[in-house]
């Protein structure tokens, strides 16, 4: 753990402890499903930003977005077939984007 994540951690203890984080908005409930943000650094997060305001957006955010809409669609499905069909194509889209965001960090890596 860096030094940064030592101190964070001291914080956020110390204020539980004083009660701060009591009766915050949205205390007990789960945090909003951002997908892919939590595996994603801040750097590459703006970046992301800054191309989806210019109408841009990576392979690997494109393909993101179409295995939740795959996922969606195998949630809806009953037949067996039509299910196994649906099933592939998720992994197919999971293994592209898998693909394109080991490109992106072998691309970035110093």
């Known amino acids: 753990m860096s030094w940064l ?15 701060r984080l009591q009766g915050l908005a949205g205390e007990g409930k789960p945090l909003p499903d951002r997908p892919g943000d939590a595996f994603v650094s801040a750097g590459d997060a703006a970046g992301f930003r800054l191309m989806a305001e210019a109408g841009v957006l990576p392979r690997e955010i494109s393909l993101k977005r179409l295995a939740a809409a ?10 067996e077939a039509e299910r196994k069909a649906a099933m592939a194509e998720l992994a197919r889209l ?17």
């Open 5 to 19: 994540s030592r101190l964070a951690e001291r914080q956020i203890l110390k204020s539980q402890v004083s009660g």
């Open 94 to 110: 999971e293994t592209a984007q898998a693909i394109a965001e080991d490109a992106r960090r072998a691309f970035l890596k110093p």
């Open 70 to 79: 795959q996922r969606a669609h195998l949630a809806t499905l009953t037949d």
